[in-house]
């Protein structure tokens, strides 16, 4: 069974840093992509970033620059480091596993002074 665990949110000042981490376990990681998406209060799920098996990488042009998206395939683990952070990043984080229907339980991230 796959599953998916992420950790790290918070509340931080604007400016500040956060680096969420996703532990996957159940599916053989290295090959597969991953990707960070993020639901705010009343809107839709959004697509955050995207890192493949080959680790080659995207990003929604809102994180660009300030969010990054690595993979540590012996630990099983996608990260997000998020700096720069601004109001609007405020939302629950979910890590996903693309081609796949599961998701994780979420991680809170407030962004406030």
């Known amino acids: 069974q796959v599953q998916l665990v992420e950790s790290g949110g918070g509340l931080v000042q604007p400016g500040g840093s956060l680096r969420l981490a996703c532990v996957v376990s159940?599916?053989?990681?290295?090959?597969?992509?991953m990707g960070w998406y993020r639901q705010a209060p009343g809107k839709e799920r959004e697509w955050v970033a995207t890192?493949?098996?080959?680790?080659?990488?995207g990003y929604a042009d809102s994180v660009k620059g300030r969010f990054t998206i690595s993979r540590d395939n012996a630990k099983s683990t996608v990260y997000l480091e998020m700096n720069s952070l601004k109001p609007e990043d405020t939302a629950v984080y979910y890590c996903?596993?693309?081609?796949?229907?599961?998701w994780g339980q979420g991680t809170q991230v407030t962004v406030s002074s």
């Open positions: 996903k596993l693309i081609g796949f229907t599961t």
């Open positions: 159940g599916i053989t990681f290295s090959s597969k992509t």
């Open positions: 890192i493949t098996g080959g680790s080659n990488i």
